[in-house]
């Protein structure tokens, strides 16, 4: 269990384990923090950072299942301009993703969804972004699952390459033998 919470010297997304800033609504997220018990006030609290994360990639699914397709489409909504510098939130989610503003957003995968969260959670929280471990993001992953909405598909498993392993393992053998013999 990973909590930051009430830690005053941390950023607010950090400190109240929601590093997306998810604002307080009727909405019953896993881990989330009751309104009466929400010491903040405006933002989401969760027990748990990877309660918060898998909330921001709920809501950010369920966004893009709407039509907010894009990375503009997506940040504008997320984060609108009378509480950002939304432009620049685009540039630095799409640099992150490799992605073109208006590209639509085609593959939503476990290598996506740990992309963008890490790109919004360092968008959100400065330097205390790097508390966030990819653990913490995996975690939140593999409690989302597999599923389909109307518009897009969601493949959350990270789907392991046993060539990843199978090659390292080959070399290393080789290179015993060969120092061996």
Same mark, same amino acid.
Not at 83 to 92: A, M, R, V
């Given at each position: 269990? @990973? &909590? /930051?919470?009430?830690?005053?010297?941390?950023?607010?997304?950090?400190?109240?384990?929601?590093?997306?800033?998810?604002? *307080?609504?009727? =909405?019953?997220?896993?881990?989330?923090? &009751?309104?009466?018990?929400?010491?903040d006030g405006r933002f989401e609290q969760f027990t748990d950072i990877k309660f918060g994360i898998r909330a921001m990639l709920r809501d950010l699914i369920h966004d893009i299942d709407k039509g907010k397709n894009t990375i503009r489409k997506l940040i504008s909504e997320y984060a609108p301009k009378s =509480?950002?510098?939304? =432009?620049?939130?685009?540039? @630095?989610v799409c640099k992150a993703l490799s992605l073109a503003p208006d590209e639509q957003i085609k593959n939503v995968d476990s290598l996506f969804l740990v992309t963008l969260a890490r790109a919004i959670i360092k968008y959100e929280n400065g330097t205390d972004a790097g508390l966030v471990l990819n653990s913490h993001i995996q975690d939140a992953?593999?409690?989302?699952?597999?599923?389909?909405?109307?518009n897009v598909v969601v493949s959350a498993k990270n789907k392991f390459k046993l060539s @990843?392993?199978? *090659?390292?393992?080959?070399? /290393?053998?080789?290179t015993v033998y060969t120092v061996t013999v």
């Open positions: 269990m @990973s &909590s /930051f919470l009430g830690r005053k010297d941390l950023s607010r997304g950090i400190r109240n384990n929601n590093p997306g800033n998810l604002i *307080i609504t009727n =909405e019953t997220w896993k881990g989330k923090i &009751s309104k009466k018990l929400n010491t =509480e950002n510098n939304t =432009e620049l939130y685009i540039q @630095s992953i593999d409690m989302i699952g597999d599923f389909n909405l109307k @990843s392993l199978i *090659i390292p393992v080959v070399l /290393f053998f080789y």
